[in-house]
């Protein structure tokens, strides 16, 4: 093999010979610089770098190019080449249309032309996609094999908890014959499903979260029994106090259940994000926060889930549902909130049939052409009905509001208003769910006169409400009457500390009834529901985590 590629394509010769030029001045001695002078020349060209077994680390392409232009070169290029980092190539006149463009393929950044002088504008976007490559590294898709079912609960947790990571994995339906294929190979049927297997050849049935994460090699044990700092929860705010928690000096780590970025991990576009402009996705935010993290030290355990907290001594001890324990001086709780579960009938049934909690992104091509609905009014829903109306026929949100101004940001109303197939049915709700194996179609309820009305549709996604992961500090800590944890001032009462408090000071703002348990993010009572306030009160928790430790 040999060396990684950065492919450059503009229908101008002139500018493609530039581009080149200027790559090939700061990157020759590693890269080779390869450019073409159309879509479908870059195409061929990375065709025959894939048959020779060569490696693309990052692709810059002119937005308008004739018969294929840069978002359409892109989107046929992710699939010779996942991993590639991209970039537009675009004129100051079609800024906004590149911008939109954005949205249809994860475009890393775009630059406009002219760009010199190219070390202040060229260099620093090109030094980024190669960082990033080089961190997300150039795995096959094909490595991991997951074969399983469309209509299969289990199946869908599977595919999800390995998109949510990020571990690229190619996936075969039992009904296909290749995946009847490996299934005999793996000796197992359709009843074992979902059935993964490794690069190695192991294949594994049924398997659990953890038993995937530590098959595909994510972290899930420990390397030291004792730290500076616990995070509980790799969201936003757990994300943001495990990277200023190890930029410090704290030996730190990150504990997650399930995948980093929580809720906001499943979004498909944040565009009110502090420094983003064009906005970024939720899994591009939490790759990078996590990578982070990662570089300045913290160590990340994925699949572990906590059931227990322990005061014991200075020591705060961290359960997990295995029955093994890690302890250390502090710990910042970011557990975050889990989308209130739908109360009609049927849908118990069909979760992960046809009936799904968040974006679900997994399931976005198999909603081609279908008419798919959304309940919820939040950023959220709003976020998804965006995301999907690329993919499905139509896209309707139901509310129970009379609008979404008292919910959703006024740029996100503005977007959708926009979208043709996107529709809001206001005063609404899902009485009933129907089908056998998978979800066929919903009977919705009109609030205010109460009639029904009953459509078919085989997808509904769920974004309604919060509910804080707190069951499990049910007697440990003080929460409110909602579960959510409570700290600071809101701990005294009739200026009296809680109950079993032993320090001579009131609790810090975001300490919890525990000295030296932090609480971050949405978990905490009153908090404000942002991504962006959430990770600034990561970051605030470590600075009163350093208060604390200087008190012992």
Not at 111 to 120: A, G, I, Q, T, V
Not at 259 to 270: E, L
Not at 529 to 538: M, Y
Request: aromatic letters at 8%.
């Amino acid at each position: 093999m040999g060396k990684p590629v950065l492919l450059t394509v503009d229908d101008d010769p002139g500018v493609s010979r530039a581009v080149a030029r200027d790559l090939r001045r700061r990157y020759a001695e590693e890269f080779r610089i390869v450019r073409a002078d159309s879509a479908m020349d870059a195409l061929d060209a990375l065709r025959e770098l894939k048959l020779r077994g060569d490696v693309v680390a990052a692709m810059l392409a002119d937005y308008r190019m004739p018969q294929m232009n840069g978002i359409e070169f892109l989107e046929q290029a992710m699939d010779l080449f996942p991993r590639a980092r991209r970039a537009l190539l675009t004129a100051y006149a079609d800024t906004d249309a590149a911008i939109q463009a954005i949205n249809v393929v994860d475009v890393d950044h775009y630059l406009l032309k002219p760009w010199d002088p190219p070390e202040e504008k060229l260099y620093p976007v090109v030094d980024a996609l190669i960082e990033t490559w080089r961190a997300t590294g150039d795995s096959a898709v094909e490595e991991t094999k997951v074969i399983g079912h469309r209509w299969s609960a289990p199946s869908f947790k599977a595919r999800d908890f390995l998109a949510r990571n990020a571990v690229p994995y190619r996936y075969f339906s039992v009904d296909e014959p290749e995946g009847l294929r490996l299934l005999e190979a793996a000796g197992a049927c359709a009843d074992d499903i979902p059935v993964l297997i490794t690069p190695e050849g192991t294949s594994l049935c049924q398997p659990s979260h953890a038993e995937i994460a530590a098959a595909v090699g994510l972290s899930t044990e420990p390397a030291e029994a004792f730290y500076d700092l616990i995070v509980v929860g790799a969201g936003p705010a757990g994300l943001g106090a495990a990277v200023y928690g190890a930029s410090e000096g704290l030996r730190t780590v990150l504990v997650e259940r399930s995948a980093s970025g929580g809720q906001a991990g499943q979004s498909s576009r944040i565009e009110n994000y502090l420094g983003f402009p064009d906005g970024v996705s939720g899994a591009q935010l939490t790759d990078r926060a996590r990578r982070q993290a990662q570089k300045f030290g913290a160590e990340a355990l994925s699949a572990r889930e906590v059931t227990r907290l322990e005061a014991r001594g200075s020591a705060r001890v961290v359960h997990f549902g295995d029955g093994t324990e890690i302890a250390a001086h502090s710990v910042v709780l970011a557990t975050g909130v889990a989308y209130r579960q739908l109360d009609a009938p049927g849908v118990a049934q069909l979760t992960g049939r046809g009936v799904y909690y968040g974006s679900a992104m997994t399931e976005a091509p198999a909603c081609a052409g279908q008419d798919i609905y959304i309940v919820g009014g939040a950023n959220s829903a709003g976020q998804a009905a965006v995301f999907f109306s690329r993919h499905a026929k139509r896209v309707v949100l139901l509310i129970r509001g009379e609008s979404l101004q008292s919910s959703m940001s006024h740029y996100l109303i503005q977007q959708l208003e926009q979208i043709d197939n996107v529709s809001v049915r206001t005063h609404t709700q899902v009485a009933e769910v129907h089908g056998d194996d998978h979800l066929e179609r919903l009977t919705l309820r009109n609030t205010q006169d109460g009639t029904t009305e009953m459509v078919d549709s085989g997808y509904l996604f769920v974004f309604i409400g919060a509910a804080p992961r707190t069951d499990w500090l049910d007697g440990v800590l003080l929460r409110d009457e909602h579960g959510f944890v409570q700290t600071g001032p809101d701990l005294l009462k009739e200026n009296e500390r809680p109950p079993g408090w032993f320090l001579e000071r009131d609790p810090y703002y975001m300490e919890s009834s525990i000295p030296g348990v932090f609480v971050a993010g949405d978990v905490r009572a009153a908090s404000v529901k942002r991504v962006a306030s959430a990770v600034g009160e990561g970051a605030m928790a470590v600075t009163l985590v350093h208060r604390y430790l200087g008190e012992q």
